[in-house]
Every structure is written in structure tokens, then in C-alpha cells.
């Protein structure tokens, strides 16, 4: 799998089942301190699991969700599941280690589950699929008729697994400029960030405290204005068309820094 260099963040762009169409953007570290993206499987089905170790009924659904991995991996099922709060990093480690988990773990937050649902039922499942869409959300327990209605006609699209596989060994395609940019109450850390003109890039904002100004991010050169949670990384993707320097802001001015493209 992919590995880019990036920090934890979460950036989930959700609308109805129904209605979306539009890839979801999610990225985070396991508990392994490993990055992963969501970008890293495309091309694969992806069931975004939410679950705690303190909730029964994430611990009798997870033995299932270890089976499915196991059966369907090669049919490009991938799991990951995030957990809810309060955990311990410690904790999860050796509950995953006790249960043989062969799917990803990442410690989550209330901020990241709310991003996909209201509802404050455990687990929840979203099923994403393999062009990064999100298809549905499933809450409570992943029930076998649920799987084979909602999971299994996506895991049968095999021509456009191997389309998708297709495009990503195409080096433009693959790689990216990783940039992260912290907002404390000083300003923009860095406040300049260079790029390469004509690859795509992706600006990890993390506002690290509410004494700021830096609430939103704006790029007006790229018609970017994007709200910025405390402790929530967000993360902007563009593709710098032209040489210069594009300034960013924070919402109210008062912040200001550069993107310098060569």
C-alpha cells in the first residue's frame, strides 16, 4: 500500500446516500503511528468501522467483520475501524492484538464520527466504494443480509477494480505534495510552503487552539474557504497550475501566509 508522509486528519465531505456523488476524503494514522488515506484505497471497498472497546456490540460484531475481511480481501474489501472515546492508545493496541484483528485500527474522536452521522449509535459502518464514494451509512451491527445487499454487488464490479489499480501505478497520478501547517494563536507554522507547479498537492491545516483567529482557511486564488475545527486536521487538495505566490488567510485577515509555486 501507498505510504505518504502526513499528520492525523480528518476530512469527510458527506452528503445522503442518496444523493452523493463526490469522493470522500478521509486520512489518519493506525495505532501503529502509520499514515493512511483514503486515497490509498481507491479502487478497493471500503467499510469505515466506528466501534469502542467498552461497547458490547462492537465486540460481537468485530469476530464477523475479522471473517469478511478474510473471505473477501482478494474481491478488494478493506476495513478500518476508528474508535470512539474515551480509549487509550495502550488499551486498543492489546485489544486488537488479543482478538487477531486483520484489519486497521486508528484512535478517532466524537469530532470525526459526527463528520458521517448525528446519530449516537455504536458501531456504525460506512460503506465506501471503490471510487471513493460513500454509499451508505449502516448503524448498529453489520448483519450478513445487510452485507450481501449493501456490500457484496460493489465487491462485484471486478473491471473497475482493475481500472482503478490501472491508475494508480501512473506516476503523475500517484504522486503528491504533502504539506502540513499548523494555526496556533501566532499565526501560520510554516507560513510559507513551496510547491511544485503541476502536481497535486495536499495542505494539512490543523488549528491548534480556540484563542485565534485562524477559524477558516482561505485561498482566494484557488476559490478555497474551508472552516477549520480545533484538534481536527483538514486537508486542502489542489493542483498549483501557475508560478507565483498565492497568499492564504484566515477567515477574518488577520493571518496571512504564502504558497510560493516554482
Not at 487477531?100 to 469530532?111: Q, T
Not at 497535486?200 to 477549520?228: D, W
Amino acid at each position: 500500500m501507498k505510504s505518504i508522509r502526513i499528520t492525523v486528519f480528518l476530512l469527510l465531505a458527506f452528503v445522503s446516500a442518496s444523493s452523493q456523488t463526490q469522493p470522500a476524503e478521509l486520512a489518519l494514522k493506525d495505532i501503529h503511528s502509520r499514515p493512511m488515506t483514503l486515497s490509498d484505497y481507491k479502487g478497493s471497498v471500503l467499510l469505515v468501522n466506528f466501534w469502542a472497546t467498552w461497547c458490547a456490540p462492537c465486540r460481537t460484531e468485530i469476530p464477523d467483520l475479522i471473517k469478511l475481511q478474510r473471505q473477501y480481501r482478494n474481491q478488494g474489501l478493506r476495513i478500518i475501524g476508528i474508535t470512539y472515546p474515551p480509549e487509550k492508545l495502550s488499551e486498543v493496541r492489546r485489544f486488537a492484538r488479543k482478538l487477531r484483528m486483520n484489519y486497521r485500527i486508528a484512535l478517532g474522536s466524537k469530532a470525526s464520527k459526527s463528520m458521517f452521522t448525528s446519530s449516537e449509535t455504536l458501531p456504525i459502518t460506512v460503506v465506501i466504494d471503490r471510487r471513493g464514494v460513500v454509499r451508505d451509512v449502516i448503524e448498529g451491527i453489520l448483519y450478513p443480509d445487510e452485507f450481501d445487499e449493501k456490500v457484496k454487488p460493489l465487491l462485484s464490479n471486478a473491471n473497475e477494480l482493475s481500472s482503478a489499480r490501472f491508475r494508480r501505478v501512473k506516476p503523475a497520478e500517484t504522486y503528491v505534495q504533502t504539506r502540513t501547517i499548523e494555526v496556533d494563536a501566532t499565526g501560520y507554522q510554516p507560513s510559507s510552503v513551496k510547491l511544485r507547479r503541476g502536481i497535486p498537492a495536499s495542505l494539512i491545516f490543523i488549528r491548534k487552539t480556540e484563542q485565534t483567529c485562524g477559524k477558516e482557511i482561505v485561498i482566494p486564488g484557488y476559490g478555497i474557504n474551508r472552516p477549520l475545527p480545533v484538534n481536527v486536521p483538514v486537508v486542502v487538495r489542489l493542483t498549483p497550475k501557475k508560478t507565483g505566490r498565492f497568499k492564504f488567510t484566515c477567515g477574518m485577515g488577520m493571518f496571512h501566509g504564502l504558497l510560493v509555486v516554482q
